[in-house]
């Protein structure tokens, strides 16, 4: 049984290295190469919560990437530090189609899931129905509080704001039951199996994170729906995460959904761009 098609829903073009700091256009060849590679023919790429020398701003992937058809921009929202988004060029860039969601950093930045000021923010992605991405669980900063991105909090907004979809990052490791409750109980609420590791799985760990997906997969009842695939690539190496996907004993609608249709559904990507992507159609970006 083989996925169709494959969209990695959370890819990153950061630089964690920074003792050897590359130029964006060389992280974007990275991933594409990476793509191919693996076979991903569609990338969700999601921009941080702040912007410096190794987090490019969203208007530097924009400058990149502009209308790739491989690719998907989520705006990360910088809230609480310097250079905030401004809310005002976060909702021209959505109207315009360039940004397709917005990608919430509770804990790292100094806020939590249910803070009252992100109201604003939720109007907006309510009126151009785009969904909202939430870091939920461990947080890999000391400095993060943990406590502002537990996945239940994921049920506070999603109960306040019914028509806004909301996407609960890497399942809220590790509160992996309380992430499911949220996911069964919340028809607006989605999640994707990213970053669930760092690097490679080694084999142990990958078990465990098999059968707490497992477990999760048996509670929720109909996973297809809300769970989507993607990786937190660079973090996570795509290759261990695909075979990860290949041990959730799926069934073949419900690894179509996870592998692709969720995801297109969601960031409404058009399924002739997949098949283009399959006949390797596109060109490589523009450096
Ligand atoms: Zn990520």
């Given at each position: 049984m083989?996925?169709?098609?494959?969209?990695?829903?959370?890819?990153?073009?950061?630089?964690?290295?920074?003792?050897?700091?590359?130029p964006i256009a060389?992280?974007?060849?990275?991933?594409?190469?990476?793509?191919d590679e693996i076979g991903v023919d569609h990338a969700v790429v999601i921009t941080s919560y702040k912007a410096d020398?190794?987090?490019?701003?969203?208007e530097e992937l924009l400058n990149l990437l502009t209308e790739h058809p491989r690719i998907t921009l989520v705006e990360g929202l910088r809230w609480r530090g310097e250079a905030r988004t401004d809310l005002f060029h976060l909702e021209e860039r959505i109207?315009?189609?360039?940004?397709?969601?917005?990608k919430l950093y509770p804990g790292y930045d100094n806020y939590a899931i249910n803070d009252a000021s992100l109201e604003s923010v939720f109007r907006i992605a309510a009126k151009y129905g785009v969904p909202v991405?939430?870091?939920?669980?461990?947080?890999?900063?000391?400095?993060?509080?943990?406590?502002?991105?537990?996945?239940?909090?994921?049920?506070?907004?999603?109960?306040?704001?019914p028509d806004v979809k909301f996407v609960m990052c890497h399942l809220g490791n590790p509160w992996f039951q309380d992430a499911a409750e949220v996911l069964y109980k919340n028809d607006n609420v989605f999640a994707d199996i990213s970053?669930?590791?760092?690097?490679?799985?080694?084999?142990?760990?990958?078990?465990y994170v098999a059968m707490r997906l497992k477990e999760m997969i048996t509670y929720m009842g109909n996973p297809g729906k809300q769970l989507m695939y993607g990786t937190d690539w660079p973090l996570v190496r795509m290759k261990?995460?695909?075979?990860?996907?290949?041990?959730?004993?799926?069934?073949?609608?419900?690894?179509?959904?996870?592998?692709?249709?969720?995801?297109?559904?969601?960031?409404?990507?058009?399924?002739?761009?997949?098949?283009?992507?399959?006949?390797?159609?596109?060109?490589?970006p523009a450096s």
């Open positions: 083989n996925h169709k098609y494959l969209i990695d829903a959370h890819v990153h073009l950061n630089n964690y290295h920074e003792s050897e700091r590359m060389d992280h974007a060849r990275e991933l594409f190469a990476k793509m020398l190794d987090r490019p701003s969203v109207r315009d189609g360039l940004v397709k969601g917005i991405m939430i870091h939920t669980g461990d947080t890999y900063s000391k400095t993060a509080k943990v406590r502002m991105a537990h996945p239940l909090l994921v049920d506070d907004v999603a109960v306040d704001y970053g669930l590791t760092l690097g490679e799985f080694t084999y142990e760990f990958e078990r261990p995460y695909l075979k990860l996907l290949g041990e959730l004993n799926f069934d073949e609608e419900q690894l179509q959904n996870v592998a692709w249709r969720t995801a297109s559904k969601l960031f409404r990507i058009d399924e002739q761009l997949l098949i283009d992507s399959r006949a390797r159609k596109p060109a490589a």
